[in-house]
C-alpha cells in the first residue's frame, strides 16, 4: 500500500452536473476525512467516516453534498447540482482513530465548474 | 471556536537564509500540531507531528516548536534550498477530532 489515492485527480463539469469523487485510504486506517481547498486557502474540513460510520458532518456540507464510506474502506463524495463556487481541490485524509495520530493526505481532486 | 492563524502569509528569501514560520491557535486544548507542505496543485505532504505533551520535533534541516500556553508553533528550516519552495501549512487537532488548518505560508527561495 502506497498511500492514499484519489481518482480522478482532474475534474471538468458544466453547472448543473452531477460528479462523484473516489478516494482510497491506507488500508489498515479506519478513519477517513474530507476535505475543501480553494485558492490561497488552508483546507477546510467537510466530514469524517470511523469505518463506514460518517461521524461527523461540517455545515459547509450542503444538502447537494453526500459522502460514503460503504464498507469501512473507500470512500465516494458526490455533489449534486454543481455551482461554480464549487470549484475547488477535494482533499482525502486517512488516519488511525485516537488523538496523538498523524493524518495522511491524497494528491486531491481538482474540480472545475464552468 | 479554533481559529488558526500563519504569518507570514508570504515569504522570499535567498538560497542558504535560515528562516521561520509562525502559526497562532486560539485554543490550547489540543492533542497535535502538524505541519505540512503544500507544492502547487499537490496534495499535502507531512513534514513533522508535535504531540500536545512535547515541546519540539526535528526532522533533518527542520525543527518545529510548540508553545500550547501561549498558542504557538514555528517551523525553523536551516539552510533554505530553492527546493524548500512551497506553501507551509500548520493544522492542529482538537478535542473533538477535527483538524483545523492555517491559510498557510508561501516561501520562495531564491537561488
Known amino acids: 500500500d502506497t498511500g492514499v489515492s484519489q481518482d480522478p485527480r482532474h475534474k471538468i463539469t458544466k453547472r448543473g452536473q452531477n460528479v462523484t469523487f473516489r478516494c482510497d485510504p491506507i488500508s489498515e486506517h479506519n478513519r477517513l476525512y474530507w476535505y475543501r481547498q480553494t485558492l490561497g486557502q488552508g483546507p477546510e474540513f467537510l466530514t469524517y467516516f470511523q469505518n463506514e460510520a460518517q461521524l461527523e458532518k461540517s455545515r459547509l456540507l450542503s444538502d447537494r453534498f453526500s459522502a460514503e464510506r460503504p464498507k469501512g474502506s473507500f470512500s465516494t463524495l458526490e455533489i449534486q447540482r454543481t455551482e461554480q463556487g464549487d470549484s475547488a481541490m477535494y482533499l482525502c485524509?486517512?488516519?488511525?482513530?485516537?488523538?496523538?495520530?498523524?493524518?495522511?493526505f491524497g494528491p486531491g481532486t481538482r474540480l472545475t465548474v464552468t | 471556536k479554533q481559529e488558526v492563524t500563519q504569518i507570514p502569509a508570504a515569504l522570499s528569501v535567498p538560497e542558504g537564509e535560515n528562516l521561520v514560520l509562525n502559526c497562532s491557535f486560539t485554543d490550547s486544548a489540543i492533542y497535535n500540531l502538524q505541519w505540512f507542505r503544500q507544492d502547487p496543485g499537490k496534495g499535502l505532504t507531512s513534514l513533522l507531528l508535535i504531540q500536545s505533551s512535547q515541546r519540539e520535533q526535528t526532522s533533518g534541516r527542520l525543527n518545529a516548536s510548540l508553545d500550547k500556553s501561549s498558542g504557538r508553533s514555528t517551523l525553523y528550516i536551516a539552510a533554505s534550498q530553492p527546493g524548500d519552495s512551497a506553501t507551509y501549512l500548520c493544522?492542529?487537532?482538537?478535542?473533538?477530532?477535527?483538524?483545523?488548518f492555517g491559510p498557510g505560508t508561501s516561501l520562495s527561495v531564491i537561488p
Open positions: 493544522a492542529v487537532k482538537t478535542s473533538y477530532d477535527k483538524v483545523i
Open positions: 485524509a486517512s488516519t488511525f482513530s485516537g488523538g496523538a495520530v498523524e493524518q495522511y
